[in-house]
């Protein structure tokens, strides 16, 4: 069983690399996950929302009221300078961690 | 087609969110469970089968609320850390180690107001003049962190506990009553003591707190010019 801290690391993770280059609405970071991990990764609105207003109050993510097309407000989601300096070590941590199971499972199979 | 925003606020009724907290997180709830529901008919599923999907996914953490107000209160918290306690207690440190610096370096030229009459006030010049700066530094430093105007005036404000502690610990006007009462003070100069007390006050507390203000409304003015709309050309 994956710890609750790994789950919540490698959520983190996801959604600042969705946001990296653009700002995005709650749905389409769920969307965005989904599509670019292959469905592996997959938010519901009560994984994803607490989530995400965490990463906020820390100022790794800043949201702004905006309006959708049709005039429904929409709260869209950046990622901050906090947030930037926050990935790069976080992507590096992840790596290493797979190249560590790699090696692992390798070395069973041996 | 369904209200979503209602449902959401529905589901967060029993939660401890006050009004407006709770209308922004339904409205938020609202947009995310409106494109689910219409993403999932663009997929070509009925819409009745649509709504149920979103419906689902609103009641499938019978937590949510309770989880949505904790992380929200850490947030709170977290705001109020950055925006007051933070550059608060910064700048009243850095208040009183400017104060003992000055003294202890021997810098603590005493402007002494009133000379020749019955009343004198000593002021710390150097202290003074670095009391507009830590001023403005606190409420700038609120400011950025998102502070409102009355939270950049607190934050800028808070070495006053400094001043009445100055205040109250320097003459020793706190141990006074403890000392008349044991006899270790004479009468007259209790009398001496609250003869001049105002002056103390003057100029331990009311002229650096003034001090503090100007820097503080030095940032509030700017923010004032920046929100201002530009000239019609």
Request: hydrophobic letters at 45%; glycine letters at 8%; one cysteine or more.
């Amino acid at each position: 069983m994956i710890s609750s801290n790994i789950k919540r690391g490698s959520a983190e993770l996801a959604i600042l690399s969705v946001l990296a280059d653009q700002s995005l609405h709650g749905y389409e970071i769920a969307r965005r996950i989904e599509q670019q991990t292959g469905g592996a990764l997959h938010f519901t609105l009560a994984s994803l929302y607490p989530l995400l207003y965490r990463m906020e109050s820390r100022g790794w993510l800043r949201a702004t009221w905006g309006e959708t097309p049709a005039g429904r407000a929409r709260r869209y989601y950046r990622i901050t300078a906090a947030g930037r300096k926050k990935l790069a070590p976080l992507r590096k941590e992840w790596r290493e961690l797979f190249h560590a199971l790699g090696r692992l499972a390798e070395a069973h199979h041996a | 087609m369904r209200d979503w925003e209602r449902e959401a606020q529905r589901r967060l009724e029993n939660t401890n969110f006050p009004a407006a907290g709770r209308d922004e997180v339904a409205r938020e709830l609202a947009d995310y469970l409106e494109e689910v529901s219409s993403d999932a008919q663009h997929r070509g599923l009925k819409e009745s089968v649509s709504e149920d999907r979103a419906f689902t996914e609103l009641h499938e953490d019978p937590h949510l609320g309770a989880n949505l107000f904790r992380v929200c209160q850490e947030g709170n918290m977290n705001d109020r850390t950055k925006r007051l306690w933070l550059p608060g207690f910064c700048i009243l440190l850095m208040t009183e180690a400017v104060l003992y610096s000055v003294q202890l370096g021997r810098f603590d030229y005493l402007l002494w107001l009133g000379q020749g009459h019955r009343w004198r006030i000593a002021i710390n010049l150097p202290w003074l003049c670095a009391l507009p700066v830590l001023g403005a530094v606190a409420a700038y430093w609120s400011r950025r962190n998102g502070a409102g105007r009355d939270v950049q005036v607190a934050a800028g404000l808070f070495p006053l506990l400094v001043f009445f502690g100055n205040f109250f610990g320097g003459p020793g006007v706190a141990s006074l009553p403890v000392r008349l009462a044991f006899g270790q003070h004479s009468w007259g100069m209790h009398q001496l003591m609250v003869m001049y007390l105002p002056w103390i006050l003057l100029g331990w507390v009311i002229i650096p707190l003034a001090a503090l203000l100007l820097g503080v409304l030095s940032v509030l003015s700017q923010s004032n010019a920046s929100l201002r709309p530009a000239p019609d050309a």
